[in-house]
């Protein structure tokens, strides 16, 4: 099943947020008011919207869903917004210091040619960083994985392995320069998000497993909040300088 990005826009708007510990890993990787950063598959914007907030630089976003960029204009007018598939991006090259993605490398579907092309557009010396999910993250995913389980063999179809971006990366050119598992908890307190399938992957299991876990969500949110535990796997990837 083909999700509608557009769709979703306005969804991902309202109820996706940016992950403070993510933009903390970003921000520290040496992002200075001199940078020039892009997003790829940027979504309604939050990231880089973030990033350009807190350190002032040049940013851009790109998605391929116009319905996204749409989004992400009225969140920041001050970055830039291109509608544009990750696998053939209109930048010039090496111009980037900072190229990164956030949960959308599953999303590509010409893996290869998303690293052939971070490696084109980023300057010697520039870093890119991957934000994804490994088997183990997927499987572990509270709430999500607890309360609708059917997610997780669609999500595991859909994910490409740690280790095959790492071939991929290395196959584009790139040195790895670290792998890392981001976590942050944090309590849930309203299951709107839920409700309105701000998530992909509630759209592709059946309506039934959908109702059961939105029943037994707010069931227990009737009790107080529910723990919730936000994991990433982020590959980090450096464009090596010329000798």
Excluded at 39 to 59: A, D, F, H, L, T
Aim: proline share 4%; with cysteine; hydrophobic share 40%.
């Amino acid at each position: 099943m083909k999700i509608d990005y557009n769709s979703l826009a306005e969804e991902y708007a309202s109820y996706r947020h940016s992950d403070p510990i993510l933009i903390e890993k970003l921000v520290g990787s040496g992002v200075s008011s001199a940078s020039k950063v892009v997003e790829i598959g940027c979504g309604s914007g939050n990231y880089i919207s973030e990033i350009q907030k807190r350190v002032g630089c040049m940013c851009f976003g790109v998605d391929r869903a116009a319905g996204m960029i749409a989004q992400a204009k009225q969140r920041n007018p001050a970055v830039t917004y291109r509608v544009e598939p990750a696998e053939h991006l209109d930048c010039p090259e090496s111009f980037f210091d900072l190229v990164f993605s956030v949960d959308v490398i599953h999303h590509v579907e010409d893996r290869p040619a998303y690293f052939r092309e971070a490696f084109r557009i980023l300057a010697p010396g520039g870093r890119l960083a991957t934000f994804t999910e490994s088997e183990d993250t997927i499987r572990r995913r509270m709430p999500l994985t607890f309360y609708f389980p059917e997610t997780v063999e669609q999500e595991l179809m859909r994910y490409p392995t740690v280790e095959e971006l790492r071939r991929f990366s290395k196959e584009a050119g790139f040195e790895v320069v670290g792998q890392e598992v981001v976590e942050r908890v944090y309590q849930l307190t309203d299951v709107e998000s839920y409700r309105r399938k701000a998530f992909s992957c509630l759209r592709l299991i059946s309506e039934a497993a959908f109702i059961s876990g939105i029943e037994r969500m707010q069931r227990d949110l009737a009790k107080g909040a529910i723990r919730g535990i936000s994991r990433n796997v982020v590959l980090w990837n450096r464009k090596r300088k010329a000798n």
